[in-house]
């Protein structure tokens, strides 16, 4: 724990507790946009295509996918509130931080519960209450506070349909941001970068690349290929998996190219691809060869690898 202003510490810890009003949905729950969103995530579970299949579903009709419950309630581009709405921030203890002397913020987590599935029409609200906000706490970013805010969904008839938990950290940053010269393109990782969580079901995947080897999971009962792995196949069930090994060439699916907050072992201005391999399952990978401001979405990608250390060797790609 850091030393803490008294006084912000103690104005936080009195807006625990807090409840806000209801936030209303500008649309009822509806086909079109579970369309649209299962589009977007490629699910194409039949539940949500085929009203037929979902008829004869243990639902006996169609349903939204659990995990659009925040969409319904979401205020829009312009950020405009349904009539009715709460004019009051379920976020005013961040607000409060950030006006005394906590002025950066960085999303943490978000948990979700779902109580029910959600059929098309139902019209869905929210209120939301301030759950917790943590002592001072200093990280690796600066010193500050977690903020929890416990957000409720409701029907219209009050039913409570699923919760969200919307965890941030408030802080003041060790030292002020300045944009660090671009790395060479070529520049290796620090060897303090931090290592990838490893599990049982991605073992196989480290150790692949360690032999220069780029692994994707095979399900054994359909065939298809998924990453990342994980010990059910998503399409038929099956427990049973073998590793391909995959040709290395792909296309820049998607990138982004990360300019703060900095993490320790990473370059600045740390450009992230998503690779779309030509096998068809997508990564996460670091890039090498080009400078981030010319990579382009398409663009030919090769596998390489790169030693972290003496346990850790990453998948870059290259321009081709
Ligand atoms: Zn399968």
Redesign the pocket.
């Given at each position: 724990m850091s030393e803490p202003n008294a006084q912000v510490d103690a104005a936080i810890k009195g807006m625990v507790g807090t409840e806000y009003g209801r936030t209303y949905s500008w649309d009822p729950v509806n086909q079109p946009m579970i369309r649209q969103w299962c589009e977007t995530m490629d699910n194409e579970s039949p539940l949500y295509h085929d009203p037929e299949f979902a008829r004869q579903s243990p639902h006996g009709g169609p349903v939204a996918p659990p995990t659009m419950l925040q969409v319904w309630v979401m205020a829009g581009l312009k950020n405009r509130l349904p009539p009715g709405s709460t004019t009051r921030s379920p976020f005013e203890a961040v607000e409060y931080l950030r006006a005394n002397g906590f002025p950066s913020t960085v999303a943490v987590n978000s948990e979700q519960e779902y109580f029910r599935y959600l059929r098309p029409d139902e019209s869905i609200s929210f209120t939301a209450m301030l759950e917790s906000v943590s002592d001072c706490k200093s990280t690796a970013l600066g010193t500050g506070y977690f903020v929890t805010v416990l957000m409720t969904f409701l029907t219209a008839t009050d039913e409570k349909v699923g919760t969200m938990r919307f965890r941030l950290f408030v802080y003041k940053a060790h030292k002020e941001f300045k944009p660090a010269a671009a790395a060479p393109a070529d520049a290796p990782a620090k060897p303090s970068r931090p290592h990838p969580g490893i599990s049982q079901d991605t073992q196989f995947f480290w150790d692949g690349l360690k032999q220069n080897k780029l692994l994707i999971q095979k399900?054994?009962?359909?065939?298809?290929l998924r990453h990342p792995p994980g010990p059910v196949?998503?399409?038929?069930?099956?427990f049973e998996w073998e590793a391909l090994q995959a040709s290395g060439r792909g296309t820049v699916h998607s990138f982004v190219v990360m300019h703060y907050p900095e993490v320790p072992g990473f370059p600045p201005e740390n450009p992230v691809l998503l690779v779309e391999l030509e096998e068809g399952t997508r990564l996460v990978a670091g890039l090498v060869g080009i400078k981030h401001a010319d990579v382009k979405v398409g663009m030919p990608v090769r596998v390489e690898y790169q030693k972290v250390d003496d346990d850790l060797v990453v998948p870059v790609f290259r321009p081709v």
């Open positions: 399900c054994k009962g359909c065939g298809k196949c998503p399409h038929c069930h099956s």
